[in-house]
Structures are given as C-alpha cells and as structure tokens.
C-alpha cells in the first residue's frame, strides 16, 4: 500500500522540508550532470513536460535505486513541479520504490490463482531464506523481496518475476533455487521475453533507454518468444473440438450526425421499433448457424440481464439507482 505524502513512511519520498526525512545511505550515487542532460532528453519526447514525470522517476530509480527526498526534488526542479505533487505521483505506484532497492527486485504473484497454486508457499520460503518481509531487502544488498497483485501471468501460475522479467510456473525449490542464483551474482534466462539485467537497469529501460547496442541486438533480445503453451490450451482443444466463438455483435450503424431533430428520421413502418432494434431484429434473422443465433440473440436489446448484473448498470436514462437521488446518502449526482 502506497503511503500518503505527510505521513511517516510518506516522508521520506516527498522531502518536504516541514517533516523529518529518512536519511539517504551514505553510498546513494548523486545525480549528475549526466543524469540532468538524460532528463532533458526524456522531457523533449513530450508536448509538456509534466508528462515526463514517470519516466524521469524511472530515471532516478536507475541511478540511486530508488526515488529519494533528492530525486523528488530533482524531478520536481526539471519539470516545474512541487515536491508534493511528485511524492503524490510516486507514492501512488507501487513500482516507484520508497526504499534502497536491492540488486534485483524479486516479485512473487500472491493473488488468486498463483495462490492457489503455490505462490505464497513460494513467497513464505523465500522470505524465510532471506530473513525478510515483503519490501524489505536481505542484508548482503542482494535482493529485494516483494509479494505481488495479479501479474497477468495467470495461464503460467505460480509466477515470480525479477526484475519484472517472467519466471513461470515456479514451486518453492525452483523459486528458491532461483534466488540462490541471484545470490551468488548468475543472471538465470527468464522464461520469455528479455534477458534479466538488474533492478537498476530495468529502470533505466522503462526511462526509454535502451541497454542494447543496437535497434537489431534490441530485438533480438526483446522479442525472444516463449513456448505460450498454457496460454494456447484453450486454443488448441476448441481446434480438437471443433469449437469457435461466437461472431462479435457488429455495432449498429450510427444514424447520420445531421442535426437534424429526431421526429425527422425515416418511419420505419413498424410501430414501436426503434432503428437498433430493427438491426438487432435482422442480425438474429440473418445468423446462418446457431452460435451466430446466440451471438445476435444475446446483443440484441431485449436480452435478459446477465445474472448478477445490477440495476445501476442499465442506463437508459429512466432509472435513477438506489442512493443517487438528491437527499440521499448516495455519491451520485442529482438529477438536473
Ligand atoms: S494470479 Fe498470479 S499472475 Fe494472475
């Protein structure tokens, strides 16, 4: 959870000059000239500068591991900001790191299906081997340990990433094995996708800086497949099946923006009916199979509700859901 600007934890990002500030270690890389014509170039990417504000914390996080009381101020400086409009932004996303990062960023998927399947096993072995909690960093500077929402990995639970690069299908020997690894200075091939490099490194990539030499080695290197099993399952056994979705509802066709009042448009001929229930009407008449029946069927504007869904999700206009009328407790707004 993200801490607020002002309060304890909060503090030590935004730098205001009011609260007590955690002290920078005493080996933070200072922010250079360097660092200052390499911002310059991520602010010219943007019609306002402002909008650089993401990548230059990235850019910070690069150089000294994390974004400290002098990056906020740094950013802040560069793009015409205060400080507290920077540590709002930074303490809001999780991946702007509020601490001294370690060498990698271990990140262990604890949300549901990972879960089930192990990660928080995984996440309880390794917080047992390197003697800390979730955000914290072992002592030997090695490694950070965090546990994870959802990573949109799910097809290859359990998922631990370093460094944001993809470990898939992980168990609690492989995970640690994995990190012992890190531990002893090997960088492990990832399951898919980019080379690891380090906590630091992956920062400067999401600044928009490039560690490869080269557009060709990028690519390369960037565009390194995986197998995608898991990820094809579904795929392959509606192949074996001989199953395939539903056609998409093809939208309506808009009437045309003539700005003409509505009592204008063409009779239909068919009292009651209003033009996109005619198409919908004709989409259910034209499905040539039965799953292309359904499809039209279920778009059409007489359909049932799905189950579960709620009154305040219709919106036609005539309903006004439970709570938002004007003197009621509800967050809506009244009706005008
Ligand atoms: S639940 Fe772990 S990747 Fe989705």
Do not use: W
Request: negative net charge; aromatic residues 4%; contains cysteine.
């Amino acid at each position: 959870m993200s801490a607020l600007p002002g309060s304890a934890e909060g503090t030590a990002v935004t730098g205001l000059d009011s609260s007590p500030v955690e002290p920078a270690p005493l080996d933070l890389p200072p922010l250079t000239e360097q660092t200052a014509l390499e911002a310059a170039e991520i602010i010219a990417r943007y019609p306002v500068p402002r909008s650089a504000l993401l990548p230059m914390l990235h850019l910070v996080q690069s150089v000294q591991g994390y974004v400290s009381p002098e990056g906020v101020a740094f950013c802040a400086d560069q793009l015409g900001l205060t400080k507290a409009e920077v540590g709002a932004v930074a303490t809001f996303y999780t991946m702007y790191k509020r601490r001294p990062t370690g060498r990698h960023l271990v990140s262990v998927c604890t949300n549901t299906l990972c879960s089930v399947l192990g990660g928080q096993r995984i996440m309880d072995a390794l917080s047992a081997d390197l003697g800390v909690h979730h955000d914290e960093t072992a002592a030997d500077g090695s490694i950070t340990l965090e546990h994870a929402e959802c990573l949109a990995a799910c097809d290859y639970a359990p998922v631990v990433t370093v460094d944001y690069e993809f470990y898939d299908q992980q168990d609690v020997d492989s995970a640690r094995e994995l990190v012992a690894a890190l531990r002893r200075g090997e960088k492990p091939l990832p399951t898919r996708g980019a080379p690891l490099t380090d906590f630091r490194g992956i920062s400067r990539q999401l600044a928009g800086f490039s560690q490869h030499g080269d557009d060709a080695s990028a690519a390369a290197a960037v565009d390194n497949p995986g197998e995608y099993g898991p990820t094809l399952v579904g795929l392959r056994l509606a192949e074996q099946r001989r199953e395939s979705a539903p056609p998409m509802p093809r939208p309506s066709t808009p009437a045309p923006d003539t700005d003409e009042p509505a009592a204008t448009v063409a009779p239909t001929g068919r009292t009651g009916e209003t033009p996109g229930r005619e198409a919908a009407d004709a989409r259910v008449a034209a499905a040539d199979t039965p799953a292309e029946k359904a499809g039209a069927a279920g778009s059409h504007p007489d359909a049932p509700e799905p189950a579960g869904r709620s009154l305040a999700d219709q919106d036609d206009g005539t309903e006004t859901p439970a709570g938002t009328e004007p003197g009621t407790s509800g967050q809506g707004p009244g009706k005008a």
